[in-house]
């Protein structure tokens, strides 16, 4: 298995982000390109992140699945510039980091064994698919965070908001003059401590998708060019509080 990208920053930064949802991921790489699915330890959330083989200069892989630790990984990517090109090329039981820039540097970062099996994103339908800004989609979740630990996602006669209320609250509408909605009436509440790490996703990408419906898993979705990010998260249950 060999593959190239001559502009890793997405991917370097996407995982970034997934490594603090989980510590350890396979790497999978098909005909189709490269993914990673993924659930959090704590069995709330769940990323699938995804580079098809068109965005690579070089792609030579079959049917591999590559076991790695996040945060290692994480470290080595941060060590791409700008104006790096990044070649993973997997070599016996290690994967082979190849950056170049001025220089060429290599890492060889231990592959190994992952317990847990693979899970595939589920393939639910949505009663509400909202699509905004991401910085107000950030702003949003950042406003509910300083009075809450959990928002609600509410669509009311074609308008959308983003609602935290405890002793204090905030609020966020949205009509479709800011945003996109195809949404009949519902409400569903999440952890804001996910959907703040959630956020920090959107800050890469310029719209932000939320498909909902009442008391359901949240799905975001988070696409620039040939990449695809899509988070989900189960609800928040009032009786929690």
Known sequence: MLVKLENPTLFS???DLIAEL?????????????????????NVSMVH???PKSAFVVYEAGEDSLGVNLENLKKILKRCGVKSSLTLEKKENCLEIRIEDRIKRTFNLNLIEI???DKELPSWEFSSVVELESQDFIESIEDCAIVSDACSFIVQEGKFFIEAKELNSARSEFSSDEASIKAENCAARYSLEYLQKFAKGSKL????????AQD???????????????FILAPRKETED
């Open 13 to 15: 930064k996407s995982i």
């Open 22 to 42: 989980v510590l350890e991921v396979r790497l999978k790489f098909s005909e189709f390109g490269m993914s990673i699915t993924a659930i959090d330890p704590a």
């Open 49 to 51: 992140f995804r580079i």
């Open 115 to 117: 317990e847990t099996e």
């Open 205 to 212: 990408f310029p719209k932000t998708i939320l498909n909902f």
């Open 216 to 230: 359901h898993p949240l799905k975001i979705d988070l696409k620039k060019d040939d990449l695809n990010l899509s």
